[in-house]
């Protein structure tokens, strides 16, 4: 059985200061904090590329677990904003950064905030295919190459981070059963513009999409694992801002202890929030693992 | 479809929103009285599941006030 053994992570040290910017997009302190939640947002360095982050997060992951790249048999790096143009894949690029051999096998895939959830699908699918041992998933997804800084909408929430998932048959966290869904008709809801290669959001549209449908398939993935909310110690929801986040749980009733908000300092780093999220559970006490149960509210769009 | 301002401080209440709308007169604004752009976004969602209904983003300007909203349900 092959699952979670550990997960490295890298968030870089420069920050943007949201508080140094209410001023200009007419934001009060009580609306930073308690709505977009995001007090500070993680920024690469201008010449820090997509795979040097992934680089990076090996490192940690390395740090964490002593995982020799000679061991690895497969790796997947999950990205929407690739090295250069996108080719050579990216994964291809961290796969000789790392010094991973000849005989592994990469690919990328590209997903935005629900790229965790499906990657883990995908990777660990992969490897039961293929009998693999050892893979790592990376989602390094930074948002700073795309946001316009002057747009409101985007530009206080995203941040740069990345993480590098070590999936291995000496696992401390196991799947269950996932759920997948997709809204492609909602897909123009959040873009790069071709006109301008800015992001583009439909904030609202967001917002009903993921109130609307991520409460019921977070019900219905409990169900198909014939689990209850009161079975669940941990909800590692998507960190898209403090306010989603907050009615999520309030529609779900959900205790404020269950429902870690832990993106204040960095941002909303899109595939890389989750693992973020539950890298900060990897305490000393390995026993409190596996009697965390956790549930990712996760959905696809196309 | 008739709508009452009970039926449109009840979704409010509903949605979550801690402004104290109870004082609040049919036609004084709702972003004046204190209810921001993402209260604003989940009572619009609110309103949508209660009633059903679908409210285009090109009419969310004008809803800013409870005379308003009762009004514009109405054409549903």
């Not at chain 1, 053994?5 to 420069?14: H, K």
């Not at chain 1, 989603?244 to 941002?267: H, M, Q, T």
């Not at chain 2, 109870?22 to 599941?49: N, P, Q, T, W, Y």
């Not at chain 2, 300007?61 to 909203?69: M, P, W």
Request: one cysteine or more; aromatic letters at 10%.
């Amino acid at each position: 059985m092959i699952g979670i053994q550990a997960i490295g992570t890298y968030i870089p040290s420069g920050r943007i200061d949201n508080r140094n910017r209410q001023q200009a997009f007419d934001v009060d302190e009580t609306f930073l904090v308690e709505k977009i939640g995001m007090l500070r947002l993680a920024v690469k360095t201008i010449d820090e590329e997509t795979s040097d982050l992934c680089e990076k997060a090996f490192v940690d992951l390395q740090l964490k677990t002593g995982v020799h790249p000679e061991e690895v048999e497969c790796m997947v790096v999950c990205t929407q904003n690739p090295d250069e143009r996108g080719l050579p894949h990216t994964s291809a690029i961290v796969h000789a950064k790392i010094g991973l051999p000849d005989t592994c096998a990469v690919f990328d895939i590209s997903l935005g905030c629900s790229g965790f959830v499906y990657g883990l699908s995908v990777i660990q699918g992969f490897m039961q295919a293929n009998g693999f041992r050892k893979g790592i998933l990376f989602t390094a997804d930074p948002y700073s190459k795309v946001v316009d800084r002057q747009d409101k909408n985007t530009s206080l929430l995203f941040g740069d981070g990345s993480t590098a998932t070590l999936i291995s048959d000496a696992p401390v966290w196991r799947t269950g059963k996932f759920l997948f869904g997709s809204h492609g008709q909602g897909a123009s809801g959040i873009k790069v513009e071709k006109e301008n290669g800015f992001l583009a959001m439909n904030g609202r549209a967001i917002f009903s999409f993921s109130a609307s449908v991520v409460p019921k398939n977070i019900l219905q993935m409990l169900v198909a694992n014939t689990l209850g909310i009161e079975d669940i110690d941990c909800f590692a929801l998507h960190q898209g801002s403090r306010y989603i986040v907050n009615f999520i749980k309030n529609k779900l009733g959900l205790e404020d202890s269950k429902v870690p908000f832990a993106a204040a300092d960095y941002g909303n780093t899109v595939s890389s929030s989750v693992p973020l999220l539950l890298s900060e559970l990897d305490g000393t006490d390995r026993d409190s693992w596996f009697r965390c149960w956790f549930v990712m509210g996760e959905y696809g769009f196309v | 479809m008739v709508v009452s301002r009970k039926d449109i401080l009840s979704v409010f209440a509903g949605a979550g929103i801690s402004v104290d709308l109870s004082g609040i007169r049919g036609d004084d604004s709702l972003k004046d009285a204190g209810v921001d752009s993402l209260d604003k976004m989940s009572f619009l969602f609110g309103l949508e599941e209660k009633f059903n209904i679908k409210i285009l983003d090109e009419d969310i300007e004008a809803l800013d006030t409870i005379d308003n909203i009762i009004a514009y349900l109405d054409h549903f």
